[in-house]
């Protein structure tokens, strides 16, 4: 009789992953997006929400128009802006430090309740932090009275989705002011330390928009480091520092991981010999093992909507 393995997926059948990757460029953003939408889509994984904040840029959702950049494109790229094409809906956006954008890959039915879902989610974030939101019917977002405090962009392809949402937490709006955003031409913004006057508020609001998308979509939250993520996608780094590497040592280190901590260590590894090796793992925990080692607790086998 043969016996059946469970997917990760199928394991976490019920589970938001919730990874928390701090500051990524916008680019490998999208990558990494794309890397856990193909395993979404194979089954690979569960649900997962990526919590991050960009470097400055300007995305190009599919309505975007040339006077959407009125100074032109290279005049913000002198402001150290970058400016990036996106297959989100919409027009164009901002995304800055302090800034919480949100990418929750998820497989879903009816799109429209899904955005529903995310502004519920955003709505009830804010208010746990004492700032009083609506998503007003016909518009896409969520507004703290007249100014607008979340954008909401998202993807669909073969039922699951990328892209999603941000929230101003403490950055500069300034560059909102430089463009035409996807809600019109003078559209007011706003931010959490604006309506708060409350600084430090990133650590703990994200951890509320976390919670509060997991309790929206029916789900329960589980933090997954972003070693044990990309170990779930295939043991491919997210990117490789390659003044990182020591001759002779076969390491894959992710992001400029100071001394090899964090880092995704692959073949003639000592006390385990073809093993994958995720980060600081006291004994093979939470690793992804590869070729018959017998350590690894909690191993795991591996195996466009407009709005």
């Given amino acids: 009789m043969s016996l059946s393995i469970p997917t990760t997926a199928e394991r976490s059948r019920d589970e938001l992953w919730v990874a928390r990757l701090g500051r990524v460029p916008y680019g490998e953003a999208v990558t990494l997006q794309h890397r856990i939408r193909d395993a979404r889509q194979a089954g690979a994984v569960p649900d997962v929400l990526l919590l991050l904040e960009h470097e400055p840029v300007y995305t190009k959702g599919r309505r975007t128009e040339p006077a959407d950049l009125p100074m032109g494109e290279d005049w913000y790229r002198m402001q150290g802006i970058a400016v990036e094409e996106s297959d989100r809906g919409g027009r164009v956006t901002y995304h800055g430090p302090g800034q919480l954008v949100g990418y929750p890959i998820m497989r879903v039915g009816e799109v429209p309740a899904y955005v529903h879902g995310l502004e519920t989610a955003m709505v009830a974030a804010l208010g746990d932090e004492g700032v009083e939101a609506a998503a007003p019917k016909g518009r896409t977002g969520v507004w703290a009275g007249e ?20 929230v101003n937490v403490d950055g500069d709006l300034q560059p909102f002011s430089w463009v035409v955003a996807c809600g019109g031409e003078g559209e007011r913004v706003t931010s959490l330390l604006k309506e708060t006057g409350r600084t430090g508020s990133m650590p703990c609001f994200s951890k509320r928009v976390a919670w509060r998308t997991a309790q929206t979509f029916g789900l329960r939250q589980r933090l997954v480091s972003t070693q044990r993520l990309l170990a779930a996608l295939g043991h491919q780094p997210l990117s490789t520092d390659s003044a990182a590497y020591e001759k002779g040592k076969d390491a894959l280190v992710v992001g400029g991981i100071e001394k090899g901590k964090d880092a995704l260590v692959v073949g003639g590894i000592e006390k385990g010999k073809d093993a994958l090796v995720v980060g600081g793992i006291e004994k093979g925990k939470d690793a992804l093992v590869v070729g018959g080692i017998e350590t690894g607790r909690d191993a795991g086998l591996v195996e466009g909507i407009q709005v």
């Fill in 147 to 166: 100014a607008k405090i979340g954008s909401i962009g998202v993807h669909v392809s073969r039922g699951v989705t990328t892209h999603g949402f941000a």
